[in-house]
């Protein structure tokens, strides 16, 4: 009798280094959903944390596998069948207690990316 469970079995079946991949993968496939500008932003963070967290403590790559496993389940989740278009936000905002117990370098990383991604709002408002 072969019989496994979802979690349990993607562990049997896949090395640590192949589920990592295939997060990043799918990661960058939802992505493809976003606009021009958000995919690209999406992207480049996608790959700079991936980089950065290469050589982790196997307890530091289990947190950082589950959160960015619960980010692909909720983007997929937002951007359903159809993509932006139709979907109404995308994302999820932070807790006050998701801010407290961000360290000094994330909550910098943090106001890099908004810095980012408000960037091309600012433009706009600007040309206009």
């Known amino acids: ?5 979802g979690r ?3 562990q049997q079946v896949f090395t640590h280094t192949q589920r990592v991949r295939i997060l990043y993968k799918t990661v960058l496939k939802l992505h493809r959903g ?4 958000l995919q690209a932003l999406g992207d480049q963070y996608t790959k700079d ?3 950065r967290h290469k050589d982790a403590t196997p307890e530091q790559a289990q947190i950082f596998m589950k ?3 619960s ?9 359903g069948i ?7 936000s995308i994302g999820k905002s932070f807790t006050e207690d998701d801010l407290e117990t961000f360290n000094a370098e994330q909550i910098y990383q943090l106001f ?6 408000t960037k091309p709002e600012l433009q706009e408002a600007q040309d206009k």
């Open 1 to 5: 009798r072969y019989q496994m469970g």
């Open 8 to 10: 349990k079995a993607a």
């Open 34 to 37: 976003f606009p021009m500008e």
């Open 49 to 51: 944390e991936f980089r």
């Open 67 to 69: 959160e960015w496993t």
């Open 71 to 79: 980010y692909a389940i909720t983007i997929a989740k937002q951007l």
């Open 82 to 88: 159809r993509g932006t278009h139709q979907s109404k």
């Open 112 to 117: 890099e990316l908004h810095e980012a991604a």
